[in-house]
């Protein structure tokens, strides 16, 4: 069976000009799917008996089963969904003041091995395909009965290492007509794949880029970061200079403060002498400790001197304010916990 949901509009219509069926009725189904909210094509009255039977032996339109939900006392819901072939993946909703924001999953497991996360405690089993994120953002808002204003790749997986699916996705969710959801509300954070960061550039989209840099030099981003081995923090900045300049957009760079590694005063001078020049700005993000890992939390003094110290040297800052505290808050923990349980029986 095909996921529906792994189509692009023009993907759909294309596929439906090869079944011998009229350009217009691709329209049709993705009107039902993406704005009527149909979850069967026996629901869709407008096609006739046989298609919807033809489709009905083609196509799945399934939402994703939900294993397991966690809610925590600030609305955040992390979900736990298992994919057709038995794979957990987590996305988790965050309530907002301006709406409600998804971190979307976008593989199975993650290669990149970062020291301090979760999801790279499982290696990457596969890629999800563009209609297995869709299916994330349309489970949940099913789920909730409300819409999904954001949308953030930042969930476990590297989606620079799975560039053509998640770009058909951000295609499918922003598509005007479906769901509808704002370029500039969704996100792609990327741990830096440099020569997907200037494919991406020469897109002509207008969503946001986020950068998970949490190192100020090459040294500690070693340390910490395998990928900086591939492209150094001078090969990275080479490729967000191109972006910029071709998109004109704005980059936000994300900086877990972790206790006695990238958290002093010296290291956010590197890190203001880094982003010099760059139309950018820095997220700090209080770090959600992993057992496994053994990185502590920097003291909310150290962060504060931190972010004190960037905004002196001009360099624009925020702390992220922490979602889900109280549930398996990071990213990847939640399925890291599940699939070691079903592995071994005593993961954690
Ligand atoms: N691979 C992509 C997206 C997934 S990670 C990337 O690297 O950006 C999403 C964000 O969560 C990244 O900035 C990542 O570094 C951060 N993150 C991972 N583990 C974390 C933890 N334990 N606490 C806080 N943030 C974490």
New binding site residues.
Partial sequence: MKLIYDYTQEQLIDEFLEMGEKKFRATQVYEWLYRKNVTSFDEMNNLSQDLRKKLNSIYCCELLKIKEKQVSSDGTIKYLFELNDGGLVESVLMIHEYGRSL?VT?QLG?N?G?K????GLLKKQRNLTAGEMVNQVLTVMHDTGERISHVV?????????NYDAVMNFVRIINYAKGLAIGARHITI????LCDKIEKYADEGIQINL???L?APNDEIRNQI?PINKVYSMDRLRESLVYYIQKTNRRVTF?Y?LLKGINDSLSHARQLAHYMRGLNAYVNL??????DE?G?QQSNIEDVEAFKNELLRLKINATLRKEHGRDID?????LRAKKVGEAKNGNFC
């Fill in positions: 971190c976008s993650c990149m970062c301090f996360c979760a999801s790749v930042m969930g476990t997986g590297e989606p620079f290492d954070s990327t741990c830096g986020a950068i998970s949490h970061m994300e877990i993000i209080p770090y959600n400790a992993v890992h990185f808050g990071a990213c990847g923990q």
